[in-house]
């Protein structure tokens, strides 16, 4: 897919494309890669890595499918009339299968959701007041002062498997 879209909408046609994390999606056959101009600051979302300010949920939701470059940056002036934003095309390449193997890709999301939603809190109490027990929480054997937007999406995934053997 190549494509220029609606910067508005770039992460509706993309979670679209590639499907919600261990459901079945029926475009997923039929596409490759996707190439596509998007708002730089987006660009810089789906290629952050774990510790930066531009990492989050749709760092992970995307590179749960596949791997993403930034393969030029387009400046505003660029176009005709000017935007009042600079962007970047990016490269999606799909992945053969998933980042991570997910026994439980709902649970999986819920804490991805509770990491970002909590973003400056710690870890430990993102997860609390998302609605994880104590003896979940203990269970993981968090550092005291882990935030979760350092973690990458294995620990992510190893860490929700820990909390799927324990009954909250």
């Known amino acids: 897919i190549v494509a220029n879209i609606p910067y508005q909408i770039s992460t509706r046609i993309l979670l679209h494309l590639l499907g919600e994390m261990g459901e079945h999606n029926p475009n997923r056959p039929y596409v490759s890669e996707i190439n596509i101009l998007v708002q730089k600051e987006f660009a810089e979302r789906l290629t952050a890595k774990p510790g930066t300010k531009a990492y989050g949920a749709i760092t992970l939701l995307i590179n749960y499918w596949a791997t993403t470059e930034i393969c030029l940056d387009v400046k505003k002036e660029n176009f005709m ?81 820990n909390i799927n053997n324990i009954s909250g």
């Open 81 to 161: 009339p000017s935007p009042k934003v600079d962007s970047a095309f990016i490269k999606i390449k799909l992945r053969d299968k998933p980042a991570v193997a997910l026994t439980n890709p709902k649970e999986f999301r819920r804490f991805i959701k509770a990491i970002f939603a909590n973003r400056r809190k710690r870890l430990s109490n993102g997860l609390k007041a998302a609605g994880y027990t104590e003896q979940q929480i203990k269970s993981l054997k968090l550092s005291d002062n882990l935030r979760g937007e350092t973690l990458t999406i294995e620990e992510i995934a190893s860490l929700v498997d």
